[in-house]
Every structure is written in C-alpha cells, then in structure tokens.
C-alpha cells in the first residue's frame, strides 16, 4: 500500500508493473487474506492499526479482482485506464515535433518492439503496453534468476530508458509542470 503510493506519485510505470505483481501475488495466495495476512503483511514491521490498513487494502484488491472477473488472469480496469491513459500520452509526445530526445528513444525501441509483437503474435497490443509487458516479464525473470540473453537485455533497455522518459513526462504533465 505504502510502496504502491509512493511509486504512484513518482513513476507511473513502476507504479503499474508493482500493482501488477501485487496482483500475481493475490493470485498465488488464491485471494485468501489470512494467507497475505500470514506470508507478506505480517513481515511489515509497522504498527498493528497500520497492518490492518496494508490488509484492508488487500482485501478491497481482492475484491475488486472478484468483481471485475480477473482470477486467473487479466489487469484491474484502473490499472488498464492508466495504461491507455500512459498510451494516449505517449502519442500525443510522438506528435510534438519538440520532442526530439523522445522520438529518438522511441525510433530506438521500435525496432524491438515490432520484433517482440512479431514474436507473440499480438499485433493488438499498442507500443506501450507491449513494452510494459516485457518489462514485467523481465522482471519476473530477474526473480526466478533466469539469465537473459544479450539481445534481450539489449531490447529491454531500450523499453526502459522509453518508459522511463514516457513516465517521467506523464508525471509532470499531471503535476502541470508541462503542457502535452
């Protein structure tokens, strides 16, 4: 709750992939909160009215995951708004000829990014989203200790440094620090 608060108002990207792990991790606990209550919450070293916060947090999660129909898979509509939301801006940056340090970082990783859509046969996720999903399964790779090959590694940075410009951009653009 706490780390998913702060990334929010800090890194939208890293706020999403966290919500997303947050998400895995309900899932492997099978929606039990007595399970995230045992083997995640109780590793907290807060006070107790704060831990019940953190599982009340979990709990309305857990919900909402009931509600919307995504137990084995799939994103909370929130989290999918932010992503057409990080998409529509990303866009919108592509069509501003100031922003030329964007556009190259983007030039650099669409090369990758059409590879990887070539690869998984899905041609209907938007640039954006097909960079945060690899991210995501890099970072699940990271925590299984997976090695990654050089290309791929190679392919990822270049979805990082876009991401992270993409975030640090729709960040200030919601704080009314710049236009777009």
């Known amino acids: 709750m706490f780390i998913a608060r702060q990334k929010r108002q800090t890194n939208i990207a890293e706020y999403i992939l966290y919500m997303w792990q947050v998400e895995d991790l309900i899932r492997a606990h099978y929606f039990d909160i007595d399970k995230i209550e045992t083997n995640l919450i109780s590793q907290y070293a807060q006070p107790s009215k704060i831990k019940e916060e953190i599982r009340d947090w979990y709990a309305d999660l857990i919900l909402m995951m009931h509600e919307e129909g995504i137990r084995q898979n799939g994103h909370l509509s929130f989290l999918k708004t932010l992503m057409c939301d990080l ?8 069509n501003n000829t100031a922003e030329i340090q964007y556009h190259q970082l983007y030039l650099h990783a669409s090369q990758y990014i059409n590879e990887l859509k070539a690869k998984s046969g899905n041609q209907i996720a938007n640039d954006i989203e ?6 995501y399964g ?4 990271r925590l299984k200790k997976k090695e990654v090959s050089r290309e791929t590694g ?6 990082s440094q876009l991401i992270a410009a993409l975030s640090k951009r729709f960040l200030e653009a919601e704080h009314g620090e710049r236009e777009n």
């Open 87 to 94: 998409n529509e801006f990303h866009l919108r940056l592509l």
């Open 154 to 159: 190679q392919a990822m940075a270049t979805f």
């Open 130 to 135: 097909t960079c945060m999903n690899a991210l």
């Open 138 to 141: 890099l970072l699940l790779l």
